[in-house]
């Protein structure tokens, strides 16, 4: 029987580049979360933004990072108190029950007390669009409701108090460090969004010409929304299952426009939003219970 010989090397080669095209390029942008503590991990390349409900305005840490495209991980060390935290996020499949919810990524987080937590992520640089395979409303046609300028001078009035949020010095895990960049089309979402005094929970960037927006009415009821960045066209609006609870994460601020009260309750934490003449455009809200 003749023999057979390999090229070692070629074989070694080959197994290289098919481990390197299992995964994809992983990005450097990742927004994270975990139940039962409840935690928020916002990593953008060396900034990180570090949550919870005891301290939801959260705290900005820095730190290193490496990426290893080709076992779909990304690891993440930064100072964190009195020792570091590190996270190892994995290109793996993660399922939120709480919520019902299915993230790209899963994520392993070390702190200092020896304490290890588990949780799910997407990326803010390239977001998954679970629970998008409902049938999609379009509702391009429905023309915007006309606010009632009374009651609007009169929640102003009210809320007139209020300190000023500033934008730029959120954390990164804060999605309303981008509000003005994302306005538009938050405000085209919350127009479309059925049912009464729609509020944003969320809003990313998914490309150049695409923001993302999850919007939630006064029914608890959540949504989906697709819009252009200019907010001219809403491309998609997909209810999403179960009730609205946990769909900002249970840390992100909630914005409410200037039409509308904030969400109501000694929990909350207000932040007028005012823009660059000075005008009101609405309000911030975190939950700190």
């Known amino acids: 029987m003749p023999s057979i010989t390999f090229p070692t090397a070629s074989i070694l080669s080959c197994a290289i580049m098919l481990a390197s095209a299992a995964h994809a390029s992983m990005p450097s942008e990742f927004k994270c979360n975990g139940n039962e503590p409840f935690w928020g991990l916002a990593i953008d390349s060396e900034n990180a933004g570090w949550a919870t409900p005891e301290e939801p305005a959260g705290q900005t840490l820095e730190g290193t990072f490496q990426r290893l495209d080709y076992a779909g991980l990304f690891a993440w060390r930064g100072k964190f108190g009195e020792g570091d935290l590190v996270a190892f996020v994995t290109h793996q499949p993660c399922s939120d029950t709480m919520v019902d919810r299915d993230y790209p990524y899963s994520v392993s987080l070390s702190?200092?007390?020896?304490?290890?937590?588990?949780?799910?992520?997407?990326?803010?640089?390239?977001?998954?669009?679970?629970?998008?395979?409902?049938?999609?409303?379009?509702?391009?046609d429905e023309p915007l409701i006309e606010e009632d300028q009374a009651l609007i001078e009169e929640i102003d009035a009210d809320l007139a108090g209020l300190p000023i949020a500033v934008l730029d010095e959120k954390p990164p895990g804060d999605w309303s460090k981008r509000l003005f960049d994302l306005l538009p089309a938050i405000e085209s979402c919350l127009a479309q969004t059925p049912g009464t005094a729609a509020k944003a929970v969320k809003a990313w960037s998914i490309d150049d010409q695409r923001v993302g927006v999850r919007t939630v009415n006064s029914?608890?009821?959540?949504?989906?929304?697709?819009?252009?960045?200019?907010?001219?066209?809403?491309?998609?609006?997909?209810?999403?299952?179960?009730?609205?609870?946990?769909?900002?994460?249970?840390?992100?601020?909630i914005f409410t426009p200037r039409s509308r009260r904030p969400p109501a309750g000694e929990c909350y934490q207000h932040e007028r939003i005012v823009g660059a003449s000075g005008e009101l455009i609405g309000w911030l809200s975190y939950d700190t219970c």
């Not at 799910?120 to 509702?139: A, K």
């Not at 960045?229 to 946990?246: C, D, F, M, Y």
């Open 111 to 140: 702190l200092p007390d020896g304490s290890v937590l588990l949780g799910c992520c997407d990326s803010t640089s390239d977001p998954s669009t679970e629970s998008w395979s409902e049938s999609r409303v379009d509702s391009t």
């Open 219 to 253: 029914q608890a009821a959540g949504f989906e929304c697709v819009a252009t960045r200019q907010g001219s066209v809403v491309r998609a609006l997909t209810p999403l299952k179960g009730p609205a609870i946990g769909l900002h994460d249970g840390w992100s601020p």
